[in-house]
């Protein structure tokens, strides 16, 4: 069997991919540094939870920013500043990974543009969910509400291809009712907030955007419509 030695040892990646991920990696990176003591001294322990505080998404301050019509730019910034930082090193693995296969298998569809404006329109959808329910306090934190995004526009493509085949549609959103019977047992067992709401916000952001953004998208949309 023949073996191409050059070949690389990984499947690359779309660059939009590394362009999402690498903020992310770095972030975690420099704070694990800081905690374990090896950059910023005595203060860097507490460099988690300073970036925590200082880009978290908080539901109450966006609604007071509201009632008040005042929008500093540095909360402002915290609708799309919360998936930089996470509550752990786990937390932030597991984001990093689903963005890593998901967005390779979205990135090698849809455009640069497209994937970004999928990760950021799901971004701003789990903090627009989290703001809209006044019961939710909690901050918001971490990219899984952005990787949900993804999750939704690889559940687009499968939709699309199970139509274009002739296959049952319905079948395109087994991995999203998997991830979010996981999530409820989760949450039943361990009492986790409310953290599905802005993940299944995010989910059908990224469905919905991928009518718009995917390769031919707007054009399909248009031709339904003309069918109607």
Same mark, same amino acid.
Do not use: C
């Given at each position: 069997?023949?073996? =191409?030695?050059?070949?690389?040892?990984?499947?690359?990646?779309?660059?939009?991919?590394?362009?999402?991920?690498? *903020?992310?990696?770095?972030?975690?990176?420099?704070?694990?540094?800081?905690?374990?003591?090896?950059?910023?001294?005595?203060?860097?322990?507490?460099?988690?939870? =300073?970036?925590?505080?200082?880009?978290?998404?908080? *539901? =109450?301050?966006?609604?007071?920013?509201?009632?008040?019509? +005042?929008?500093? *730019?540095?909360?402002?910034?915290?609708?799309?500043?919360?998936?930089?930082?996470?509550?752990?090193?786990?937390?932030?693995?597991?984001?990093?990974?689903?963005?890593?296969?998901?967005?390779?298998?979205?990135?090698?569809?849809?455009?640069?543009?497209?994937?970004?404006?999928?990760?950021? @329109?799901? +971004?701003?959808?789990?903090?627009?969910?989290?703001?809209?329910?006044? /019961? $939710? +306090?909690?901050?918001? $934190?971490?990219?899984?509400? #952005?990787?949900?995004?993804?999750? @939704?526009? /690889?559940?687009?493509?499968?939709?699309?291809?199970?139509?274009?085949?002739? =296959?049952?549609?319905?079948?395109? /959103?087994? &991995?999203?009712? $998997?991830?979010?019977? $996981?999530?409820? &047992?989760?949450?039943?067992?361990? @009492?986790? !907030? %409310?953290?599905?709401?802005?993940?299944? #916000? !995010? /989910?059908?952001?990224?469905?919905?955007? #991928?009518?718009?953004?995917? *390769?031919?998208? %707007?054009?399909?949309?248009?031709?339904?419509?003309?069918?109607?």
């Amino acid at each position: 069997m023949y073996t =191409d030695r050059n070949a690389a040892p990984l499947n690359p990646l779309p660059a939009v991919v590394w362009l999402l991920a690498l *903020p992310i990696i770095a972030v975690e990176v420099v704070v694990n540094l800081a905690a374990a003591g090896l950059i910023g001294g005595a203060q860097g322990i507490g460099w988690r939870a =300073d970036a925590v505080q200082r880009w978290a998404f908080a *539901p =109450d301050l966006m609604r007071e920013m509201i009632a008040t019509g +005042t929008y500093p *730019p540095e909360h402002l910034m915290r609708l799309v500043s919360y998936p930089l930082i996470h509550l752990s090193f786990t937390h932030a693995a597991f984001v990093v990974v689903f963005l890593l296969a998901l967005g390779k298998m979205v990135g090698e569809v849809f455009r640069l543009w497209a994937v970004l404006a999928v990760f950021f @329109g799901a +971004t701003l959808a789990g903090a627009a969910a989290y703001t809209a329910l006044p /019961f $939710i +306090t909690a901050p918001l $934190i971490g990219g899984y509400p #952005s990787v949900y995004g993804l999750i @939704g526009a /690889f559940t687009f493509l499968l939709w699309t291809n199970l139509a274009n085949t002739g =296959d049952n549609q319905y079948r395109a /959103f087994s &991995l999203i009712g $998997i991830l979010m019977a $996981i999530q409820l &047992l989760f949450g039943l067992i361990f @009492g986790s !907030g %409310w953290e599905w709401v802005a993940e299944l #916000s !995010g /989910f059908a952001a990224g469905f919905l955007l #991928s009518f718009l953004v995917s *390769p031919g998208g %707007w054009a399909r949309v248009r031709a339904k419509i003309r069918e109607r």
